[in-house]
Nanobody, 124 residues
Framework: EKQLVQSGGGSVQPGGSLRLSCTAS????????IGWFRQVPGKEREGIAC????????HYRNAVKGRFTVSTDHAKETVYLQMDSLKSDDAAVYYC?????????????????WGTGTLVTVSS
């Protein structure tokens, strides 16, 4: 069974940083694109970033471009989302997802696996 194990998250003040992790379990990320999504209660889930596992191409939503960075650790079968200069608008539950040969159009994804989500709180 394909599973994504998430870790990281928590509470931080505006301007602070957090790193989220997403590790494959039961499969490998070969030929997958790994995306990061977030959802605020009452709003639709939105895709914010993604990375191609094999060649490392990346794509970011404008709202996070220049502040968030997606990276991979092939030895650990893990994808990271480094979040810097966090704002109150970034507070949400963050999910990772994996889609086989996924495109950078995150709204069109039908992922093969979803992470369980991790809460990020940004407040002073």
């Amino acid at each position: 069974e394909k599973q994504l194990v998430q870790s990281g998250g928590g509470s931080v003040q505006p301007g602070g940083s957090l790193r989220l992790s997403c590790t494959a379990s039961g499969f490998t990320f070969d030929d997958y694109t790994i995306g990061w999504f977030r959802q605020v209660p009452g709003k639709e889930r939105e895709g914010i970033a993604c990375i191609g596992w094999k060649d490392g191409w990346t794509h970011y939503r404008n709202a996070v471009k220049g502040r968030f960075t997606v990276s991979t650790d092939h030895a650990k079968e893990t994808v990271y989302l480094q979040m810097d200069s966090l704002k109150s608008d970034d507070a949400a539950v963050y999910y990772c997802a994996a889609e086989w040969r996924g495109s950078n159009i995150l709204s069109a994804w039908s992922p093969d696996a979803w992470g369980t989500g991790t809460l990020v709180t940004v407040s002073s």
